[in-house]
């Protein structure tokens, strides 16, 4: 009959295996038979590495070695080394990874006079921790996500915009990277639109003209709502001449087609500024600042238009 | 707060020894790993208030700066946990001299922190241990935070205790500006057993 | 007449462990000092026949007071008690001088050994 702890060693539900200073299997228990195919007569005397070619070798072994030239505790983590047994876990329906996720612990086995004979190994599933960690990042990532974005539209919102400025003038200030480009965009008469078709179209309004900008974005670009009927984007790496072709295309993507909600067409245009993040200015405040005042040149204008912000002359005399 | 506490000159001289010595077979395993030469300090030992914990890393740490922390749990004669805070240099520095190319990835990265980490800690626990002829588990060194400023290393909010000793100690290699501290924070009932094993210790000599 | 030594180490926990691992029947006047400056002024004295010094410390470390000796030229057994094991540790208070590096924990044994291998007591 097996004494207690011999039939713990042997049934537990976690893996416990023994190794000598060759690597050798002394021990394989039940759970490591089971997982592996592999009988525990089958194992014992045989090379761990010759058993699992698999095994990451050169790393296990260094690690194994300093628990017998160390003595002491040695351990590793599913979350940097998702596993070193290629075992089939308990979640094979729902839990969308592949192999048992392995959470490993070696521990040194002092003969009397304090040497290390052998390393004992112990192996926790951890597939269920992993799964929850993985659930909860993709959760916590839309959390994010969602406090980044629009209510309305799902562009940007302002606090990520002015995050964003706030990165762009940093990387220039570091590297001295290429300046980016502001666009201030608000749409023509945006109250009269409310007030003839009601706060449901007008809401539709700024649904389309936001998913009108998009289409012609490149990559880098980052888009947002500024807030009521004001839009902006951030054109990183781009002078104040790629700025305004940029925002002419806009102009024109925006006012090419009335939009439709319910039954009614409704004609939107819009008016922009640009400007450039170039010395003297050093902050965000200054360059929106700036694309404010174009803006207000393309209202003042008559609207439908894109306006450059030109610095000041500085004044002689 | 409880006298029973206040380690007396002669335990906090002990302590200090005995820590010394430990410290002393850590730098040894760290300058074995690393092939350099590892410069100790003299052990620093507090008792903390929980309140004042973050100020209390911050003064041991020096500079306000951010930096990247394992924790691991001990458990046995006594019970606590250690800390081993790598300088924002630290890391990379680590990768460097342990032979990774520039392109270590962040998985790989935070296994060497964690390795050399559970290395310092259980070489320096398992030596006052041994001294004091206590018994100690460990388990599984953890990231406690990557990148954070060291005055946010613990949120004194989520403490449980009181009061709590912590030693701490430091390792700085000669050729690199790398420094990395290992701190020992045990909580009151393991103060009371510290004291008891400390005098038992005293009594040798 | 008993042999002057001088035992430097800013731990008193160290020192007497240091002193109950003396052998027992060496007949010394034993001197004690808690760091480096302390040392060397005991030195002076002619209290450091055999030195038994430690290497962290605060005022003046192990290193220091072995530079001063070497500087103003030697004339004391040094052995070194150091718990920092590194072998380049070990190399450089060799060059600085030390006749010896005891490792800490001091064993009895090992004190005893170099004692005899120096001829220096028993």
């Not at chain 1, 260094?62 to 160390?70: P, Y």
């Not at chain 1, 915009?161 to 706030?166: E, G, M, P, S, T």
């Not at chain 1, 806009?250 to 439709?260: K, N």
């Not at chain 3, 001197?31 to 002619?46: H, I, M, P, S, V």
């Amino acid at each position: 009959m097996l004494s207690p702890a011999d039939f713990i060693v042997s049934e537990i539900n976690a893996g416990i295996f023994m190794l000598d200073r060759e690597y050798r299997v002394l021990l394989w228990n039940r759970f490591m038979a089971h997982h592996s195919g592999l009988e525990s007569e089958a194992a014992i005397g045989r090379n761990l590495f010759e058993l699992f070619p698999e095994l990451p070798q050169k790393w296990l072994v260094k690690k194994i070695d300093s628990v017998f030239v160390l003595k002491n505790f040695a351990f590793t983590s599913w979350e940097q080394r998702p596993y070193l047994f290629r075992f089939q876990h308990n979640r094979p329906i729902t839990g969308g990874i592949d192999y048992m996720r392995q959470n490993f612990t070696f521990m040194p086995m002092r003969d009397e006079s304090g040497e290390v004979e052998a390393v004992v190994v112990t192996l926790l599933d951890a597939t269920d921790s992993a799964i929850y960690q993985t659930m909860m990042q993709g959760a916590m990532q839309k959390l994010e996500e969602s406090s980044n974005r629009d209510g309305l539209t799902g562009v940007f919102n302002r606090r990520y915009i002015d995050a964003r400025i706030f990165d762009e003038i940093q990387r220039i200030q570091r590297y001295q990277a290429v300046p980016f480009s502001v666009v201030l965009l608000d749409l023509d008469h945006f109250k009269r639109i409310n007030d003839t078709y009601g706060h449901l179209a007008g809401d539709e309004v700024l649904r389309e003209v936001a998913r009108r900008v998009q289409p012609g974005l490149r990559e880098p670009d980052v888009f947002g709502r500024y807030g009521g009927e004001e839009f902006i984007l951030i054109l990183p790496q781009t002078d104040i001449e790629g700025a305004r072709a940029a925002a002419e295309r806009i102009r024109f993507a925006i006012g090419s087609e009335t939009i439709v909600s319910g039954d009614e067409h409704i004609a939107v245009t819009a008016s922009l500024g640009v400007a450039e993040f170039a010395p003297p200015f050093a902050t965000a405040a200054e360059v929106t600042q700036a694309a404010d005042e174009a803006l207000y040149q393309s209202k003042h204008a008559g609207r439908n238009r894109v306006s450059v912000y030109v610095a000041q002359q500085s004044k002689v005399g | 707060m409880n006298d029973q506490l206040l380690l007396t000159p002669d335990q906090r001289d002990a302590l200090q020894e005995v820590t010394n010595i430990a410290m002393g077979q850590a730098g040894a395993q760290l300058a074995q790993i690393l092939e350099v030469f590892v410069q100790l300090s003299v052990p620093r030992i507090n008792i903390t208030e929980s309140a004042n914990i973050a100020g209390n890393i911050l003064q041991l740490v020096g500079t306000p700066q951010s930096v990247t922390a394992i924790r691991q749990a001990f458990s046995g004669t006594l019970r606590g946990e250690a800390m081993v805070v790598y300088d924002e240099n630290g890391c990379r520095d680590l990768a460097d001299l342990m032979g990774y190319e520039d392109d270590i990835d962040r998985d790989s990265e935070r296994e060497l922190l964690l390795d050399v980490g559970n290395v310092l800690v259980g070489a320096c626990l398992n030596g006052i241990a041994e001294l004091l002829q206590a018994k100690l588990s460990f388990s599984a060194p953890t990231i406690m935070a990557e990148n954070v400023e060291v005055g946010r290393l613990i949120n004194p909010q989520q403490l449980t205790w009181n009061y709590a000793l912590l030693v701490e100690v430091h390792f700085t290699l000669e050729v690199r500006d790398f420094t990395c501290h290992l701190m020992t924070l045990m909580p009151e009932e393991s103060i009371v057993a510290l004291k008891s094993a400390l005098d038992a210790f005293m009594e040798n000599f | 007449m008993p042999t002057p030594i001088l035992v430097v180490d800013d731990s008193v926990m160290a020192r007497k462990m240091l002193i109950k691992a003396l052998p027992a029947g060496w007949d010394v006047e034993i001197t004690q000092a808690g760091n480096g400056l302390e040392a060397l002024a005991a030195y002076r004295e002619g209290k450091a026949e055999v030195m038994f010094l430690d290497l962290t410390m605060p005022e003046l470390d192990g290193y220091g007071v072995l530079e001063t000796l070497q500087a103003e030229g030697l004339n004391s057994f040094v052995i070194v008690v150091s718990a920092d094991i590194q072998p380049l540790a070990r190399e450089r208070v060799r060059q600085l001088g030390a006749l010896a590096f005891v490792k800490k924990p001091v064993e009895p044994t090992q004190i005893e050994s170099i004692l005899r291998e120096y001829g220096i007591a028993l």
